[in-house]
């Protein structure tokens, strides 16, 4: 596609629900990133994939976030058991090869835990 | 500890004014430098970055940076502020295949 596509836009999910955030990078994009960027701050890193290797999740902040890119294309981002501290906006972002390109970023999933 | 620090939370400018933007980085080799922009409800559009080489930098929308290795600082400038660049400027460093970001600089212009 011509850019980086996520979706739902705006997700609210009940306290312990589970919740799964799709990113569409753009077609042929090897890299694939997550990052979550709470409120007034700016966004952190999550996970990387390369083609269908998750090759970093330094940046999960716990056993309950969980990432797969299964064909090399399509990623999801999966929250189990969500909790408030979980509210965030969740950007996607996808590049051709490497850092070297720099990132095109989607316009970000808005999750708020009541 | 490796971090990227943008001493200004919010900037506010006339338009027409001058901008400058600071950014300082902290690790133990020269990482690559971008600098993003992000307009409420989307996501971030790169503005410009530098690898190597001419340490000035031209970017998009009349955007500039400088890199000063001495000063460990990668500032973005304008010369002339239009209201439609009000938004969140981040600057990030990218070190291996992993981008961090600073806090953000919000950008206020005034008519």
């Known amino acids: 596609g011509a850019g980086v596509s996520q979706s739902p836009r705006y997700k609210v999910a009940k306290r312990g629900q589970d919740v799964a955030l799709r990113c569409d990078p753009i077609?042929?994009?090897?890299?694939l990133f997550w990052y979550q960027q709470a409120l007034g701050q700016g966004p952190e890193f999550l996970t990387y994939?390369?083609?269908?290797?998750?090759?970093?999740k330094s940046g999960l902040p716990s056993d309950r976030f969980f990432a797969e890119r299964p064909e090399g294309s399509v990623s999801t981002l999966k929250i189990q058991r969500t909790q408030q501290e979980d509210s965030a906006v969740y950007l996607c972002?996808?590049?051709?090869?490497?850092?070297?390109?720099?990132?095109?970023f989607g316009s970000g999933t808005r999750l708020t835990v009541v | 500890a490796q971090s990227v620090t943008q001493p200004d939370i919010h900037i506010t400018v006339s338009e027409g004014a001058s901008l400058e933007l600071r950014c300082n980085y902290s690790?133990?080799?020269?990482?690559?430098l971008f600098w993003y922009v992000q307009s409420p409800g989307q996501g971030l559009q790169l503005l410009l970055k530098?690898?190597?080489?001419?340490?000035l930098v031209q970017g998009i929308k009349g955007f500039e940076a400088e890199f000063k290795r001495s000063q460990s600082s990668f500032n973005l400038r304008k010369p002339s502020v239009h209201w439609s660049d009000a938004a969140e400027y981040f600057c990030?460093?990218?070190?291996?295949?992993?981008?961090?970001f600073g806090a953000g600089t919000r950008l206020t212009v005034k008519p």
């Open positions: 972002a996808s590049s051709r090869t490497t850092l070297h390109d720099g990132y095109t």
């Open positions: 077609s042929g994009h090897v890299s």
């Open positions: 994939f390369q083609n269908e290797a998750q090759l970093d």
């Open positions: 690790y133990g080799a020269t990482p690559y």
């Open positions: 530098y690898f190597s080489g001419d340490t």
């Open positions: 990030a460093v990218g070190i291996n295949n992993d981008m961090r």
